[in-house]
Structures are given as structure tokens and as C-alpha cells.
């Protein structure tokens, strides 16, 4: 097929650092390429592909001290991504709602896959008004705020096989690996760990938002034999840290949309223990690659049972349901599908605007 | 003519507190149902005017704590506009650059008038890109960054007559009203006064961003004898605040774009002294309306010039430039251009589509 995937501008695809949703367009865009599709990857100029690209901006925004107003550089992309539209089969946006207004008055074939929280009340009326525009959502649960949106599908995140492989969990530690953020709950993660009396590694970013929350509820807590703070890490980094980890623990209090470090702990064999939240029942099959659990309690419990998870089933699991390939065909599905409603649609109109004009 | 105006979301139209923009919206709508067109103010639904009202949100996206993303509203709203687009004459946005990548696709007329500062570098590509979209400037200076626009006239604010009336400035002070933030230059206004010995009235607003320079900069100015600082004040405040003042200080460090104290004084008959810069020199007519001065001395000796102004004659040149029928004319003109302009491209457009289809 012919795929244009539109990338956020903010970091480049994939990110140098932090970025989740140019890191699952990028696993997205190569897959594609490898499997053989004509793919055209719209994003920031610093973007790394084997598909075309097409530079929306010089370089990513987050990156760009002199930018003010990102939202100038994504109309500048969009108006290219326009200009060549009759040149794809499917058009592949990961720019929220930007393109609503455009799109629903456009005949080019497209979908959009919804990559954050859409719980804010903003979102109902642009839903309600923009009901027609096919939506892919990252877990069913994400869904549950919006169900006046237009769903095509639910396609679950993967990523590439040979990014981690799996690992032994040797090093015998708990792990934690994000931003310190009050509804990431490492407060939590670190009562667990004391509690079952294991060591606690925790990998993650302060963003500036959140150094207040940082100081006042999570720094005295650090100060104990079993705590480990390694603050944030890069990609390499973290394939021995979540594969020599025991478990990771993903003690969230807020409605993950989907939540990648769990995939990711999968791929290197590591099983997850994680609160009930969000995507979290769609992602970890209990019992089989992790623990749903409830309350501190419970995750205690289900440390004291990590013995009965078998790694090598976790990253099987993580192989046949969350390999980047896996979510490549599932989307060629979903274009496909949208694809031929498209046609039906655009062949109705077409009939009735030369009845119009004749 | 219909002609629609669509004005921002942010504040009511017009807008119950501060609201440049919203203001002007509203001033140019009551003026074109009072000239007898058919007029529809796309706005937040707090509004208030003779026009037909379509809502764009509920209330004042401002005013609104649960607002964290007033864009998606703004393109509920651009749905609406849309939607209707083909029972106008005339499209006239005053939301930026929001709907330019729509606009350009559709086929109704419309027109754009560019409110804000220009100079962020991100607009560089924007209008590079967009570079058909027609705009209105409100002075000819705000255009200078973004040459490559398209330009299609300069209109200058306007307000309505009966809103202030010639007073008499015998309050014997000179007046300072605006926000308290760094390009307005409180701190020279407050010089000026001391430097001739004469009272100057401050009636300014403290934006949150405001405050660190306030404390640091302005606060140990205000403790002298000829200096009284009053705080924001109201559209009925403004009209005595403005009136008795015997000039109204405007020492500003950067492109204003237009400046509307500058006309809401001259309708009072209050003279302005003015540093040179942005729209200024387009504003005042020197020695008439007030002076353009180029530093703080030549400020001084301006007020010693004062009684060479007659204020009835300020008033005189309110009427004839900065009215808001003046405005509304000059906007009748722009739109009947840009309308014959489109016509004849739409008439071409046509031509060809039904070639291509037969």
C-alpha cells in the first residue's frame, strides 16, 4: 500500500529522547518499509527513516529554543501532507484532532490513532461535532470517555522483536521505570519493595512540572539501603535494566492509555506487577506474564509469587501479541477496511456532484 | 451584504474584562447591523450583540477553570462556520491563522485580520506556506516581518463615537493605562512625571507574568508623592480616567500593532505622547493629535508643549480616522474586493471541474 504516517513534530521520529508517540510511529513506519509498502513518513527534519521523509519542520520543536507556537509548524505539515494526498492509499495521522476540520471535508482516505488521555471535558463537544472521522484508540479502555467518537478499531502498541531479547532477571531488584509523576505512584513502588524487603532500582525523568511533587512526597523516601534512584536512562540503558529486573512494577493511579514500558518489560522476559487501571487488563495477562493486583497488599503477595511466572512465556506473549509486526498488520487491516468505506462513500459522491453540475 | 465575523473564544465579544481582539470584533459587528447588513458573530456564547449569535462554546474560554485546550473549541466552532459558510457573502476570522489550512481548500470568500504581533520566528514557514490566505493588517508597520503574506489592505481599529466624548483634561495629570509589563515601560512614564513635576495616574493590570517584574522594577517607584497607581479599571472608569488627563503617556519599547489607548484617548480629545515605535507614527498625527518623541527628553519637552494641542481638534481626527463606521467602511471595501476576487476564480475553477468530469 501507499502510507503516509504523520508524525508529531515535538520530538523527531524516533526521539532522541522522551517521546512516546514518535517512538511507536517510527516502530510503525520501518515495519511497514520492511514488509514492503510504499511509506511516506511526514515529521521533524531530524527524523530518522528508511521510509520517505518529508520534513514538517527543520528539526523537532522540543529541541528548538526558538519556538514559541508549535502549532504553526504542524499546519505547515499538514498543508504539505494535502498538497500530496492523492498520492497515498491511506493517510495515517498521530496528530490528535488537528486535522479534524480539514480531513472531514477532504476525499482522501485516513485514520487517526488517538495516542493520549481523553478524559478532559474539552474533548466532548470536538467529539460530538467530529463524530465521522474513524478513530483508532490504543487499548478499549482509553475509549470510555469518548464513546461518541467515530472507532474503527482498537490496535494494541508493538515493538521491533530484536530491540530486547530475553533476559534472566539475575539481578534480583524490583523495578521502576518512567516520569515521577503523583499518578505514576513510585511512592507506592517503593512502599512494596521495603515491604517485601528487595532492592528497588528506579529509573526515571522529573519533568519540570512535577519537581515540586518530586521534592515534597518522593525524595525523603529515597533514603533507605534498598532504594535506588538512577534518574533517567537511554535506550540501551534500559534493556539491562528491565531485563536484569525480577519484575517491574507499574503501581499507576490514573488511566493509562496504554503504557509501553510494560511491552517492553515483556520483551526482555519481565514480568509486570501492575494496579488495575487504564490499559493495564488488556496489556498483562495475569498470572501468565505479570500480576493485576488491587492494592499494596496484593502486590506484595504477587512479589512473594513471581517464582510461578515463566520468562520465556513473557516474551512469547510479548512476540505474539505486541511485536511491531504484529501491529503493522493489524493496521493494514483497519487501512484496508477504512480504505473500501472510503471508496463506497467517495463513488455515492461522486454520482450526485455530476448530477449537480450537469 | 451576509457577512459573517468570527471572532476568538478567550473572551466574551465583547469582552466583560480585558480582550483586545474580542473587543474590536464586537465594535465592527454592531456598527455593520446598525449600516443595515446581515450580520453573524461566530463567538463564545456569554456574547452579547444584535448580530445572530452562533454559539462556538458556552462561555468565555477564560473564564472557563475547566478549560485546558481551548483549540479543540475553537475547531468546534470552525465546524459551525463551515457548515453555514455558503449563506455568506463574506467570511471575516479573527482567530489567527486557525483555519487557514481550510480556508485555502474551500470555496467560499473569506478574510483574515491579523490582531497580534507578527515577529515570533514560527510564522516565518507559516506564511511562506500560506501565502494566498488574504490578510488585513491593522497598521502597516505590523506587516513588516511577513512580507510575503498576502496583504490586502491596512484598517485601522475603529470604536464606536458615542463610546467617549470630548472632555475637558482639567484633572491636570498625565495618565498611564495598560498592562504593567516590560515593553510598555511603566518605569519611563513615571520618570517623565517626576522629571516636569506633574502627577501621573497609573490605571494598569498585573498579568500573572507580570508580578517578578512589577516587584523588582515598578513597585519602589510608586512611593513619591506625584505618582498614584489605581489598578485596572473598567470601560465607565476609563472614560473619566482618560478625559481629565491632560495627555496620555504611551512610552512603549516594542511593535505594537496597533494600540487602541492611543484612539480611546483621542476620542476623549486627550492628546497622546508617544515613543516611536510600531504603529505609532501611523497613529498619531504629530502636533495635532499628540507628539512622537524618540526618548525621554524629547518626552519632557512635549509636555511642556501640551497647550499648543487644541483637544476638540483630537476629537475632530478621532471622528474622521478612528471611528467605527470609518472601520466598518473600509471593511465593506476589502470584503467587496476580495469577494470580485474570488468570483472570478471560483468562475474559472468551475469551468475547468466540469471539463474534467464530463
Known amino acids: 500500500m501507499r502510507i503516509a504516517q504523520i508524525a508529531p513534530l515535538y520530538e523527531s521520529t524516533p526521539p532522541q529522547f522522551y517521546g512516546g508517540t514518535e517512538r511507536v510511529v517510527s516502530y510503525l513506519t520501518e515495519e511497514f518499509v520492511k514488509q514492503g509498502h510504499d511509506v511516506t513518513l511526514f515529521a521533524s527534519g531530524d527524523s530518522i527513516t528508511n521510509a520517505k521523509l518529508i520534513k514538517g519542520s527543520p528539526?523537532?520543536?522540543?529541541?528548538?529554543?526558538?519556538?514559541?507556537?508549535?502549532?504553526?509548524?504542524?499546519?505547515?505539515m499538514l498543508q504539505k501532507v494535502f498538497e500530496m494526498a492523492d498520492q497515498f492509499d491511506v493517510l495515517h495521522f498521530h496528530i490528535d484532532y488537528l486535522h479534524f476540520p480539514f480531513s472531514i471535508r477532504s476525499d482522501y482516505c485516513h485514520i487517526t490513532t488517538l495516542h493520549g488521555r481523553l478524559d478532559l471535558p474539552d474533548l466532548q463537544p470536538l467529539y460530538s461535532t467530529f463524530d465521522k472521522v474513524p478513530v483508532v484508540s490504543i487499548s478499549n479502555?482509553?475509549?470510555?470517555?469518548?464513546?461518541?467518537?467515530?472507532?474503527?478499531?482498537?490496535?494494541?502498541?508493538g515493538i521491533p522483536h530484536d530491540l530486547y531479547s530475553l533476559n534472566s532477571g539475575e539481578g534480583h531488584y524490583l523495578a521502576f521505570l518512567g516520569r515521577v509523576s503523583p499518578e505514576k505512584r513510585l511512592d507506592k513502588a517503593i512502599e512494596i519493595?521495603?515491604?517485601?524487603?528487595?532492592?528497588?532500582?528506579?529509573?526515571?525523568?522529573?519533568?519540570?512540572?512535577?519537581?515540586?511533587?518530586?521534592?515534597?512526597?518522593?525524595?525523603?523516601?529515597?533514603?533507605?539501603p534498598l532504594i535506588e534512584f538512577i534518574g533517567e536512562i537511554g535506550e540501551t540503558e534500559k534493556k539491562i535494566f528491565l531485563g536484569n529486573a525480577a519484575a517491574l512494577l507499574f503501581?499507576?493511579?490514573?488511566?493509562?492509555?496504554?503504557?509501553?514500558v510494560m511491552i517492553e518489560a515483556m520483551a526482555n522476559g519481565?514480568?509486570?506487577?501492575?494496579?488495575?487501571?487504564?490499559?493495564v487488563p488488556e496489556i498483562i495477562d495475569h498470572g501468565v506474564t505479570g500480576f493485576i493486583v488491587s492494592n499494596e497488599q496484593e502486590?506484595?503477595?504477587?512479589?512473594?509469587?513471581?517464582?510461578?511466572?515463566?520468562?520465556?512465556e513473557c516474551r512469547r506473549v510479548f512476540e505474539h501479541r505486541f511485536g511491531a509486526d504484529v501491529m503493522a498488520r493489524n493496521y493494514i487491516k483497519v487501512y484496508e477496511r477504512v480504505a473500501e468505506d472510503h471508496c463506497t462513500q467517495k463513488n455515492r459522491a461522486r454520482k450526485t456532484s455530476i448530477k449537480e453540475i450537469i
Open 59 to 76: 528539526k523537532a520543536l522540543r529541541l528548538d529554543i526558538g519556538c514559541i507556537d508549535p502549532l504553526a509548524h504542524h499546519f505547515v
Open 251 to 260: 503501581p499507576i493511579d490514573w488511566p493509562e492509555p496504554f503504557g509501553m
Open 141 to 157: 479502555h482509553q475509549r470510555k470517555p469518548l464513546l461518541q467518537a467515530n472507532w474503527v478499531d482498537t490496535v494494541y502498541h
Open 299 to 312: 502486590a506484595i503477595e504477587a512479589v512473594y509469587n513471581l517464582p510461578l511466572i515463566d520468562r520465556a
Open 193 to 224: 519493595a521495603k515491604a517485601v524487603g528487595m532492592r528497588l532500582k528506579i529509573a526515571a525523568k522529573i519533568d519540570k512540572v512535577d519537581i515540586e511533587y518530586f521534592n515534597h512526597h518522593i525524595r525523603h523516601m529515597l533514603d533507605h
Open 270 to 279: 519481565t514480568p509486570i506487577i501492575a494496579f488495575n487501571k487504564g490499559s
